[in-house]
C-alpha cells in the first residue's frame, strides 16, 4: 500500500531519461502492433512474452542527453501474455529483447471470448486478455490453500438433498476440476434479457457536473465521443442488455491502454490498472484530481481546491442505511443521483477490466462503505446492485479501491450484499464474468460462510455421533448464497462425498484448520442489528 501514499514528487510520463534513446538510424528495429516479443518485467531480470499494442516516439532534445536533435525515444505500451492487464504498461525500447521478436499471433475468430483454462476466469476481453499465469498461481495458492483431502475426519454431515442432481445442473467445478462454474454459468446466462427492453443510453457525462463550468462540460461531453469514436476505431456494439456496466469490447485499440496516469482522492494518489472512458482532456495530465466526496474529477490541485471550497458534500448522496463505529453504508439510487453514480463507474472502470462503462445508471443501487473522521465520510469501495435481476444477480460489480485491498473490506462488501439479500427472502449471486481477484474473493467469502453454516448446524444437532441432515437448499437459505455457488463452493473444497449410497459432507481436519486461519484475521464484520433497510419491491414501480 506504500505505493498508494502521495509521493512526495509529482509522478511523471513514463519516460525515463536514463534510457538511451534510438536514433533515427535505428528505426529498423522499430516494432509494430501485434508483434510479440520478450519483455524485461519492471521487477527483476526476468523476461516474458508481450505483445506489443501501440508504440510511440517522444523527440528528445540534445540538452536532455539525447544525443542528435532528430533522436527520438521509442516506448511501448506492452501486454505481457499470460499476465493480468493490470501489468500492462509503456516501456522503453532496452527493455525488449529484439532478438526473441515473434510474429502477430493469428488466432481463430471468436476465440479470445471467454477463457477458462487454469484460471477459469470468463474474462469477456476478446484477444485482450488471455489466460493469465498470474491469475493461475493465484488462484492454485487459494486452491491448495483451503483445499481438503478425506481423510482425518473430524465432522461429518450428512446430505440429504442429491448432490447428482445438482451436479448435473452445476458446470464441472468438482473437486478435481479448476474453478470452471463462473465461465461456464456466464456461457449459459449470455445475453438472457435482451428482449427486455431495458432503456440503454451512453453515460451522458455532460449534464453531471455540480458546478460545472462551460469548459468542463464541454470537456466532459467528449468523454462519451473521445471513447466512442475518437481513437478511429469501429462503433461501438451495442452493450449487454443487462448488468451495471456492459462487456468490454477492447477490440477497440484506445480501451486497451491504461489512459490515466494517476489520480488523486483524498489523502490518496493511485495508480489506476485499466482504461476508464474519463474526457480525453484528462488524459494529457499527470494526475486527474477527483473530489473524494462527490467524485468529480478535475485536471488540476488548483481547480481541486477551488471546487472544494463550494462542495457541499462530505459523504455520498442518499441513505446512511448501516452504521457500526466508523464504517457507513450509503444507498444511492442511480437514477436520484445520476452524477455520483456516473462518476463512481468513471473510478470504479479505473480497476475494473472486464465491463465497459455505456450504461444508465438507472437501473442500479449503489452501495458505498465509507470509513468516518472528523472532516466527512471517506469511499472506501462499493457494490452496485441492479433494482430487479432476472438473474438473481445481488452484486453487479464490486470494487475496493487499492489503499483498502486486503484488508478485509472486500469480504465485508461481499457480506452486506447477503445481508441484504437476506432482508429481501432471496438468494443472490455476483454478475458475471468475476474478475480473478473477485473470484478469489467470493470463493473465500463462501468457503467461510458455509464451513460456520456447516459447524452451526452440527453444533445444534441433538445427538454428537449421529451426523445431522443438511440440505442445499437449507446452506443456501441460511446464508442467500445461491444454490449453484453453494455447490461449487463445497466441491472446491472437496468436503462431498459419496459413501452408502448417499452424499456426506466431510469436514476435514485441513479444512478446518484453514476455516479458523481466515477466521481469524476477519477482524470486520457486518453487525445486522446497525442495518436499517427495506428492500423495494422494483417491479410495482412505473419507473425506477
Ligand atoms: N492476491 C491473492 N489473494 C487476494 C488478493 C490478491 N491480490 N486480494 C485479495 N485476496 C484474497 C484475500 O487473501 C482474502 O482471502 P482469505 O480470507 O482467504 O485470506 C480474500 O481474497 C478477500 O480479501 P479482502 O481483503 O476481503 O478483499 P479486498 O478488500 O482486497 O477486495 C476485491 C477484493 C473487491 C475483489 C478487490 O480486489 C478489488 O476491488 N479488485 C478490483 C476490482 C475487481 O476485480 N472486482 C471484482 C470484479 S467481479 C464483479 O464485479 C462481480
Ligand atoms: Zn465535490
Known sequence: TQQHQKPAQQPHLPTSVSTPSLGRSDSLLLLSEGFVAPVRLK????????????RREIPVSPSSGGGNADSSLVMYYVHFEDFNKRLD????????????????RVRPPGSGGSVSGGGGIAGGNGMANPVSGERRSVLGAAETGVGATSTAASSVVGVADSVSNSRAGTPDSTASGGPHHHHNHHQQHQHPLLNKKRPYSAICLADSGVDQSEDEASAASAAVVGTA???GGPPLPPPRQTGSMAHNHDDNKVMRMKNIEWIELGRYRIKPWYFSPYPVELTKVACVYLCEFCLKYLKSDTCLRRH?????????????????????????DGRKNKAYSQHLCLLAKLFLDHKTLYYDTDPFLFYVLCETDSVGCHIV???????????????????VLPPFQRKGYGKLLIEFSYELSKLEGETGSPEKPLSDLGLISYR????????????????????????????????????????????????????????KGVYVIVLTKEALDAHSRTQGKRRIRIDPKCLQWQGKDWSKRGRW
Open 381 to 399: 469501495g462499493y457494490f452496485s446492485k441492479e433494482k430487479e435481476s432476472a438473474e438473481d444477480f445481488n452484486v453487479a460489480c464490486i470494487l
Open 229 to 231: 469514436s475518437a481513437n
Open 89 to 104: 504498461e509503456w516501456v522503453s525500447a532496452d527493455r525488449i529483447d529484439f532478438t526473441g521478436v515473434q510474429p502477430p
Open 308 to 332: 472544494l471550497t463550494k462542495c457541499q458534500l462530505r459523504h455520498p448522496p442518499g441513505n446512511e442505511i448501516y452504521r457500526r463505529q466508523n464504517l457507513s453504508f450509503f444507498e444511492i
Open 43 to 54: 521487477n527483476g531480470g526476468e523476461y516474458r512474452l508481450a505483445e506489443i499494442l501501440s
Open 444 to 499: 473465500a467469502y463462501w468457503s467461510q460462510t458455509l464451513i460456520d453454516a456447516l459447524l452451526e448446524i452440527k453444533r445444534s444437532a441433538p445427538n454428537e455421533n449421529d451426523p445431522p441432515s443438511v440440505t442445499i437448499n437449507d446452506l443456501s437459505e441460511r446464508t442467500a448464497i445461491k444454490r449453484e455457488d453453494v455447490i461449487s463452493t463445497l466441491q472446491h473444497l472437496n468436503l462431498v462425498h459419496y459413501y
